[in-house]
C-alpha cells in the first residue's frame, strides 16, 4: 500500500507555469507506475499523464508540449511540470499509483486502473 500526497497548486496567470508534486509513503515508490488525472467542476476525472517504471511516459492530448511528467525514486515523489497553462487546465489534479506494471496502452487512462490515490490539490488558470 501507498499513501499520496499533492502540492504545488494555486491560482496563475494564462500562459504561467506550476509544478505539481505528489509526495509517496508506504510501499516502495519505485514499484509502481505512477499517473496525473484532473477533475473541473461537473465534469468527470480525465487522465493527464503517466509515467511508468521505466520512466516512459504518456500523455493525454490536451496536455502534450505544455506538460511534463517526472519521477524521482530517491526522494519517493512524483512531479508535474505545467507550462503554458491554459484557464481549461483549471481542475482538481489527482496523482495515482498502479501496482501493476504490464498494462495495455488502451487502459492507462482509466481511473479504475490506479488502486491508490491523493486528496488533490487546486489549479485555478485565470484568462
Known amino acids: 500500500q501507498v499513501q499520496l500526497v499533492e502540492s504545488g497548486g494555486g491560482l496563475v496567470q494564462a500562459g504561467g507555469s506550476l509544478r505539481l508534486s505528489c509526495a509517496a509513503s508506504g510501499r516502495a515508490f519505485s514499484a509502481y507506475a505512477m499517473g496525473w488525472f484532473r477533475q473541473a467542476p461537473g465534469k468527470e476525472r480525465e487522465f493527464v499523464a503517466r509515467i511508468a517504471r521505466s520512466y516512459s511516459s504518456t500523455y493525454a492530448d490536451s496536455v502534450k508540449g505544455r506538460f511534463t511528467i517526472t519521477r524521482d525514486n530517491a526522494k519517493n515523489t512524483l512531479y508535474l511540470q505545467m507550462n503554458s497553462l491554459k484557464p481549461e487546465d483549471t481542475a482538481v489534479y489527482y496523482c495515482?499509483?498502479?501496482?501493476?506494471?504490464?498494462?495495455?496502452?488502451?487502459?492507462?487512462?482509466?481511473?479504475?486502473?490506479?488502486?491508490?490515490w491523493g486528496q488533490g490539490t487546486q489549479v485555478t488558470v485565470s484568462s
Open positions: 495515482a499509483a498502479d501496482p501493476n506494471p504490464m498494462r495495455l496502452l488502451a487502459s492507462i487512462r482509466y481511473t479504475t486502473t490506479y488502486d491508490y
